[in-house]
C-alpha cells in the first residue's frame, strides 16, 4: 500500500478512474449486445441501438479509456455483424 501523501492520492485517482473505465466499457458491452439481439430478432431498434453504442466506443477512445485502433475494430465488427444478421432476415 502507498505510503507517503502523493502516493495515496495517485492511489485514490488511479481507483476512480478504473471505476470510470469499467462502466464505459461495460456501457459498451451492454449496447453492442442489444444491437445484435436487436438485428437478430429483426427489430427496427438495431440502427439506434448502434448509433449510441459506436458514440460510446468513440467517447471511450477519445478519453484513452480505449486505444483508437481499438475503437476502430470494435465498430467494424460491430457493423460487419449486423449487416450480416440484418442479411440473414432478408
Not at 464505459?24 to 449486445?33: E, Y
Not at 441501438?49 to 460491430?78: C, E, F, N, P, W
Amino acid at each position: 500500500m502507498a505510503r507517503n501523501r502523493s502516493a495515496m492520492k495517485h492511489h485514490r485517482q488511479s481507483e476512480q478512474k478504473r471505476l470510470v473505465n469499467r462502466s464505459r466499457k461495460s456501457a459498451i458491452r451492454t449496447f453492442t449486445k442489444k444491437a445484435l439481439a436487436a438485428a437478430e430478432s429483426g427489430d427496427g431498434a438495431a440502427p439506434k441501438y448502434q448509433r449510441v453504442a459506436v458514440s460510446l466506443i468513440d467517447k471511450a477512445a477519445a478519453g484513452s479509456t480505449i486505444h483508437k485502433r481499438t475503437a476502430a475494430r470494435k465498430k467494424s465488427r460491430l457493423a460487419k455483424r449486423l449487416n450480416k444478421a440484418t442479411a440473414a432476415q432478408a
